[in-house]
């Protein structure tokens, strides 16, 4: 089976400009989670989204959202995007979004906003 | 709310020594927890996984960790690391019931083997 599978891997914006960026989960997984990597804050929760809702949300601003589509593929958007945006974006996929499931993580979009 | 401490930021080590990579965790509702590694360039990868049942719980590569409920940590043991197991080392709990599978990562150990 494939893996959890993000594009695009690199991305270089300016600030003020919006960015969104893609995962596509490991094939039946319903459940895909957000995470946000930066040296000085760590790995912090975004949102994570199930059949198509959104379950959980992360303390981020509004600035950030995403979606899920029937195929369990999911997008986040960040819009004006400042500075600080600048990370290794993670997304999670699990069969069925239980607590106690393994998440499944892609390889990573890093952003880099200048 | 949940919270994660791990108390290394750095732990390098000779090659075949054993090792201990420290996490405690804080939390006012039961959890699960989790050890998950990060190899260069690349995602997060499932190292082990604490549940319910006994609390030694062992990956396939030699990793090992205790939960004990009394100190509130789950420390991660090698008895013997090799070089390929340099990585950053992420402990993490999630709320068993009413937190969906939202992760609380503790801040990572980055483990460095020397020869």
């Known amino acids: 089976k494939a893996g959890v599978t993000q594009t695009p891997r690199y991305l270089i914006k300016t600030r003020g400009q919006q960015v969104t960026l893609s995962c596509s989960p490991i094939s039946g997984h319903r459940s895909v989670s957000w995470y946000q990597q930066t040296p000085g804050q760590g790995l912090q929760f975004l949102f994570e989204y199930f059949s198509e809702t959104q379950r959980n949300k992360g303390n981020f601003p509004g600035r950030f959202s995403g979606r899920q589509f029937s195929n369990s593929r999911s997008e986040m958007n960040v819009s004006t995007l400042e500075l600080g945006d600048s990370a290794l974006y993670l997304c999670?996929?699990?069969?069925?979004?239980?607590?106690?499931?393994?998440?499944?993580f892609g390889p990573g979009t890093r952003l880099l906003v200048l | 709310a949940q919270s994660v401490t791990q108390l290394d930021s750095q732990v390098p080590v000779f090659e075949e020594a054993p090792v201990e990579l420290r996490c405690n965790y804080s939390?006012?509702?039961?959890?699960?927890l989790f050890w998950y590694v990060q190899y260069p360039n690349q995602g997060l990868q499932l190292l082990l996984k604490y549940l319910s049942g006994s609390t030694l719980v062992k990956s396939i590569n030699g990793f090992e960790a205790e939960f004990n409920k009394s100190q509130t940590s789950f420390h991660l043991r090698k008895p013997s690391v090799h070089i390929s197991d340099t990585a950053e080392y992420f402990c993490?709990?999630?709320?068993?019931?009413?937190?969906?599978?939202?992760?609380?990562f503790g801040a990572g150990t980055r483990l460095a083997v020397h020869p």
């Open positions: 993490a709990v999630t709320r068993i019931s009413g937190g969906y599978n939202k992760l609380i």
């Open positions: 939390s006012s509702v039961s959890v699960y």
């Open positions: 999670a996929s699990t069969l069925a979004g239980g607590p106690q499931e393994t998440q499944y």
